[in-house]
């Protein structure tokens, strides 16, 4: 394929094989048209009935309670529908890694693919009634904070019911690029953190949680779909992305 196309696929080395902007490029183009060809297929089969395999991307606390959810209902009405479901919360090579969805919380920075955002996440400040105790009449911004790399660093970005902003910046008690490792903290008692209300509305109900500020919310995140390019799309994963997409609907 190199000699027919003139260009370097890959680059070969003693210790591994890797492609090269040119092989990547090829790849994304390939799996377009197998993906594409798959379409063609289920536009002219007798058989309506879904069948394959979807090859799905979603962040880790997502993909292990509301996505999982509304995928195994899914694979319950279409039984002959199997999913291949891997979790990352770090940003991903799309043609490289082969899947057919990647779910995503926050933005997606690569324009090369087609991306549909299924609903914003609204972010609030949480800790336990007895870390409030404990500091009570503390400033906000002098608490012991529990905060998420990806997200909040050390500076804390806050917005009031008209929009304007509250900044500041802290230093952690403890970070962590993982959201149950900060909700566990925070659970225990050792800091305030910025949890998405769908993670801890149990929590804040039951009273295990407060709600610190009422008056003030983080910014939403976007929770987005970003699908390869191309015309056509195997009837499965379209048929998917419209599950998921109702099931934000309905969840978040």
Partial sequence: MESRLG????????????????????LADARRMIGEWEAIEDRHSEDDALKGTIRVIAPVALGQSLFIRASAQFMKDHPNITIDWRLRDDPIRFAEEGCDCW??????????????ELARVERLVVGTPECLARHAGIDLETMPWLTLGPFEGNRIGLFDERETPQTFSV?????????????????????????????????????????VKPALRAARLPVN????????????????????????????
């Fill in 7 to 26: 260009v370097v696929l890959v680059r070969r080395t003693t210790h591994d094989v890797t492609l090269t902007p040119d092989g990547l490029a090829l």
């Fill in 103 to 116: 779910l995503k919380v926050g933005p997606v920075q690569d324009e090369t693919l087609v991306v549909r």
């Fill in 171 to 211: 230093t952690p008690k403890m970070a962590s690029d993982n959201i149950f490792a900060v909700y566990e903290a925070a659970m225990q008692g050792v800091g305030i953190a910025i949890m998405p209300h769908w993670f801890v509305a149990a929590d804040l109900e039951e009273g295990r949680l407060v709600d």
């Fill in 225 to 252: 779909l970003a699908l390869a390019s191309g015309t056509r799309r195997p009837a499965r994963v379209e048929q998917f992305c419209h599950a998921v997409q109702s099931w934000c609907d309905a969840q978040l």
